[in-house]
């Protein structure tokens, strides 16, 4: 689960920064700084799990709810992200809504001098089809239905502020009982 977690994380940062418009040499420094936070939190995670399974291997009482409960920030000299399973902080819900009923797979804030960023992963047992009409109602600028997937388009009227929205049957094998897997990225500027 941390694996693919951890995976999704850098997945979702690197498309977040590639949708915001960032020049590429400041994208790929950004990378670089998340992708170099993560593997030193992925590590103190692993040391800190290994001494905990060391002093009591038959502490039954945290399971993953109680995972579900953390926060975990990354900073670096020029970005913050903050990831959990909650919905971030001053999220645009006015801007780009979240189809319900859904539950929060993945949620991201990024927050540089330039741009606040949310990305969240979405899981619902609805049909990919209700999802997409539900986001078609708000008229996206643009739309790229492949059948099996589409990605909407949504841009404020300030030419700055967007959101993406992509929208596929859910792949995950453990996941089954959830249909439908969405992903939504808005960027917006500062």
């Known amino acids: 689960m941390r694996k693919r977690s951890m995976g999704l994380l850098v997945l979702l940062t690197c498309f977040l920064l590639v949708m915001t418009g960032c020049s590429e040499d400041k994208a790929e420094d950004m990378i670089k700084d998340t992708i170099g936070a993560l593997m030193d939190a992925e590590n103190e995670a692993i040391e800190k799990d290994t001494q905990e399974s060391q002093m009591d291997y038959d502490d039954d009482s945290q399971d993953n709810e109680a995972l579900l409960e953390e926060e975990l920030n990354l900073s670096t000299d020029e970005v913050s992200h903050a990831v959990s399973a909650k919905m971030p902080e001053g999220y645009p819900y006015d801007f780009c809504p979240l189809y319900e ?81 969405f992903t939504i990225s808005v960027g917006l500027g500062k």
Not at 160 to 168: C, G, I, K, L, W
């Open 101 to 181: 009923p859904s539950e929060i797979e993945i949620a991201i804030r990024s927050e540089d001098d330039v741009f606040i960023g949310y990305t969240v992963g979405l899981l619902t047992k609805d049909s990919v089809d209700q999802v997409k009409n539900f986001y078609m109602g708000y008229s996206p600028q643009n739309t790229n239905d492949m059948g099996m997937m589409a990605v909407y388009v949504f841009e404020a009227e300030n030419g700055v502020d967007y959101a993406t929205v992509s929208v596929m049957e859910n792949p995950d094998e453990g996941e089954k009982e959830f249909e439908t897997s």
